[in-house]
């Protein structure tokens, strides 16, 4: 636009010279140059920060591809500075770790933070690694979104999201394993996990004032997915099995014959008034012809 102008201005000035008229065109010219260096400057400026803002909310929560999709995809992204609050069909994985009030009563402070971060370390790592998006750590749990935050266009793509969560919790089950060898080999406590997981629609978008932004999803599915995490009407023998994954129906739906679940029943939740179908999932990536169990 600057060497488009410039290049009027001086075409015009030739017009008018050879139609004997005298225009300067030096004056102008700078003019335009300043102009234009101060115009670039600002964009400049202005784009730096959206970077900083986004890769704040983004760059250590999610792959590095996600990152830079959602960089290029900025101006669909963002309104008025800050990530716009869309409807969209998402899957909610909530985790945490079981009997860590009791384990922290007797460590050490450093020695429990140390312990406590190479836990969240190993499986957010996991999430990123199977394309969700860490939304928040609380205390002893984590939360992790799949399916944002852009929205999915297809049906199909929704039920990817799904597949990729309940992967994703099968593969924090053998990351809690490793962690308990290597903390047992070390003489620290050993811990099992509770996991739920749901899918359906949310609400993704920023929350909180411009310098403490964060961005996160809302609904009733993300109620339910940190219900069924919590839940303790389910029997189920955390010595033999560390990682408790529970799921909803409609994730349940979802999922294809390479994942091994059973139903268990149906619970009342709090917040909810129906009740909530649970299915338990026991394994993943089975045999294709193998059926899906379930169990009444």
């Known amino acids: 636009s600057t ?36 115009v670039t400057a600002y964009m400049s400026s202005q784009e730096k920060a959206q970077r900083a803002m986004l890769m704040h909310l983004f760059a250590r929560h999610v792959s590095k591809d996600v990152a830079d ?5 900025r101006r669909q992204f963002l309104e008025g500075g800050r990530p716009r609050s ?6 909610i ?12 009563e007797k460590m050490d402070p450093q020695e429990l933070m140390d312990w406590v971060n190479e836990f969240f370390g190993a499986m957010a790592k996991k999430v990123i690694d199977h394309g969700g998006v860490v939304d928040d750590y609380f205390g002893d749990g984590m939360m992790a979104s799949f399916g944002v935050p852009f929205p999915r266009t297809s049906e199909e793509e929704v039920r990817q999201d799904a597949q990729r969560a309940v992967a994703c919790a099968l ?26 997981v749901a899918s359906g629609p949310v609400v993704a978008g920023s929350q909180g004032p411009d310098d403490r932004l964060k961005y996160t999803v809302v609904g009733d599915i993300v109620v339910t997915a940190q219900r069924l995490e919590s839940l303790d009407d389910s029997e189920h ?13 409609r994730t349940s739906e979802y999922l294809d014959d390479r994942f091994s679940r ?6 009342h939740v709090k917040g909810k008034d129906e009740p909530v179908t649970v299915y338990q999932v026991t394994g993943g990536e089975q045999e294709a012809s193998r059926p899906v169990t379930e169990v009444d």
């Open 93 to 104: 994985l909530f985790l945490d770790m079981k009997g860590y009030t009791s384990r922290a």
């Open 237 to 249: 023998d955390f010595e033999k099995m560390p990682c408790r994954i529970l799921i909803t129906e």
């Open 69 to 73: 999709e959602v960089w290029r995809k």
């Open 171 to 196: 593969g924090l089950e053998q990351t809690l394993h490793e962690l308990n060898t290597r903390w047992g080999a070390r003489s620290l406590p050993t811990v099992a996990t509770r996991v739920g």
């Open 262 to 267: 059973h139903k268990i029943g149906e619970f």
């Open 3 to 38: 060497a488009a102008g410039l290049l009027l201005l001086w075409l015009g000035g030739y017009v008018f010279f050879r139609e004997a008229w005298w225009i300067p065109v030096v004056p102008p010219g700078l003019a335009w140059i300043a102009s234009a260096g101060v």
């Open 86 to 91: 869309e409807r969209l069909k998402a899957t």
